[in-house]
């Protein structure tokens, strides 16, 4: 039997997800526009993952909803009646500060340089030996993901002090 205690815990997450969702959309929305923007801009992607989050987290809603009106079919001292760990807590909330670090990192790194550590660092925080593998999925991931964005989607993308520092920028 389920506990209430978990189920107002999956309804308070998925409104903090729903609140995020939107908090989200707003920040890519303030996002600079450029003249030489196509028809998707630099807010394009955060605005798609903002309603991805958001849809994703009403069904989160609308599921633990449906859960309190049924009755309960599991036996006491199943899985569903235990609680999660403290350690999957903190694994959580360490991808979480790695994941803001990088957002802090981003404007003064730039995309390129920013996403590289993140790589390596989520590899080393998942229990991978820092090695010439582990640098070089970083490095190559991220410029994947640069000619991604910035040359196949033309989505510019954060240069941080680079331009600066070599004299390049305009």
Known sequence: MQSNRFLKGDTITAVALI?????????ADRLP?????????????????????GLLSLILLVQ?????????????????????????????????????ISVLLLPILGYTATIALLLVAMALYHGQKFTWTVAIYGVLGAVLL?????????????????????????
């Open 64 to 100: 633990s909803l449906l859960r309190k009106e049924q009755k309960p079919t599991e036996e006491p001292g199943s899985d569903e009646d235990k609680p999660i760990s403290l350690y999957a807590h903190m694994t959580s909330l360490g991808i979480l500060v790695i994941g803001g």
């Open 19 to 27: 609140a995020f969702a939107g908090i989200f959309w707003v920040a």
């Open 33 to 53: 526009k450029s003249a030489l923007g196509g028809g998707v801009g630099a807010d394009g992607l955060p605005k798609f993952l903002a309603v991805a989050l």
């Open 146 to 170: 640069y000619l991604v964005f910035e040359k196949v989607l033309a989505v510019p993308m954060p240069e941080g002090i680079w331009p600066g520092l070599f004299g390049l920028q305009s």
